[in-house]
């Protein structure tokens, strides 16, 4: 990843908005429309940002929204970039670096998810606490640089354990219920065949999905606290013998966003 390239959006972005963020959003499929809540808004579409990637997939808006959120500074992007969509590693994680220049400390992650936990159910919330990265790369693969972070950062605690305990008072507090668990990143875009997803209930994991970790370890190389939080949009293959389809994701999506919209907002609250 090209710094110069970084400090030029980073750069761009300053002179559209008139303070420094504090809290930084990434919102997953069919969860953008949390960026509705932010006050007195800056919209930048992405497309204006110079070197950024552009979001094709259905459900991202595709820009950043910077404004007030719970008297709290935030930045949120409304869509990220995928892996699949063909994008490096750089770019999908560009927007890490960018809001942690920018002045972010804390990173809300949000995505959409499949359930392979099978006492897990579609419209649950999932604070994540871990993650298996099975897409096959790293965001840190090539030149490492120093002031982004060490060649080898720790991910004992990918997901800030105090992020999420906070996270969980604030769910029992409003009655709103969520699970835990570990999330398993692939690379897609086809959905996971039902012998992969036996494979990965045995590897420990509770949801899968197609995003979020290579951002969650760039991340942690910047020293960025995370809070994931996964929504359970659909089942995963096999779990309940019938077809996966992205309208469903959506659909699921829109039905639980007065909850999540609920929580997070009392999250950032608190943070």
Known sequence: MDPKKVLESVNYIKDQIPFE???????????????????????????????????????????????????????????????????????????????????????????????????????????????INLMGTNPLVGRNFEDFGPRFPDMSFAYNPELIEKGEAVAEKLGIPVQKGIYIAVTGPS???????????????????????????????????????????????GVLHQPLDHDEVMETATRVKPKFIKLVRHIVKEV
Do not use: W
């Open 21 to 131: 963020p504090e809290i930084g959003m990434i919102l997953g499929s069919g969860l953008g429309i949390l960026a509705e809540e932010i006050e007195n808004p800056v919209m930048i579409p992405y497309e204006e940002i110079p070197n950024f990637p552009i979001s094709t997939v259905q459900g991202h808006a595709g820009r950043l929204v910077i404004g007030v959120l719970e008297g709290k500074r935030v930045i949120a992007m409304q869509g990220r970039f995928h892996y699949y969509e063909g994008y490096t590693m750089d770019e999908v994680t560009f927007p890490i670096r960018v809001m942690q220049i920018l002045g972010i400390q804390t990173l809300l992650v949000t995505n959409a998810s499949g359930g392979i936990n099978e006492n897990f159910h579609v419209g649950d919330l999932v604070f994540i606490r871990d993650h």
């Open 191 to 237: 959905y996971e065949t039902p012998a992969e997803i036996k494979a990965f209930r045995i590897l420990g994991a509770d949801v899968v999905g197609m995003s979020t970790v290579p951002e969650v370890i760039a991340a942690n190389h910047m020293r960025i606290k995370v809070l994931g939080i996964s929504c359970v949009t659909n089942m995963a293959a």
